[in-house]
């Protein structure tokens, strides 16, 4: 089955950048939604976007539109989070979620059946 293991997460000021990771392993990389999330302490869990690993079908959250940049390098079965001009509310716990694509990739987090163990972004201001 689908596992996912992300990392790179890493405390970092208001203003500065950060790419974290999700491994795909278990399963092919291509044909697959893979999503990213978050959640902030008290919060819901939000997305923030997700790719389509058999095309190039990428989406955003509004608020990470512009700053936050979705990739996958097909090597190396990884989907990156590329994020630009952090700021404090950016702080969560950020997840990597897999799903199987059928007719096109949701930013729902209980459409996702696969998810990693999360890593933790922190932005100072």
């Known amino acids: 089955q689908m596992q996912l293991l992300e990392s790179g997460g890493t405390s970092v000021q208001a203003g500065g950048f950060l790419r974290i990771s999700c491994v795909v392993s278990?399963?092919?990389?291509?044909?697959?939604?893979i999503g990213w999330f978050r959640q902030a302490p008290g919060a819901r869990r939000g997305g923030v976007a997700h790719?389509?690993?058999?095309?190039?079908?990428?989406y955003y959250s509004e608020s990470v539109k512009g700053r936050f940049t979705i990739s996958q390098e097909d090597a190396k079965n990884t989907v990156y989070l590329q994020m630009n001009n952090l700021k404090p509310e950016d702080t969560a716990m950020y997840y990597c979620?897999?799903?199987?694509?059928?007719?096109?990739?949701?930013?729902?987090?209980?459409?996702?059946?696969?998810w990693g163990q999360g890593t933790q972004v922190t932005v100072s201001s």
């Open positions: 979620a897999g799903g199987f694509y059928y007719s096109g990739c949701v930013m729902e987090a209980e459409w996702y059946n696969y």
């Open positions: 278990g399963v092919t990389f291509g044909n697959k939604c």
């Open positions: 790719i389509y690993t058999g095309g190039t079908s990428t």
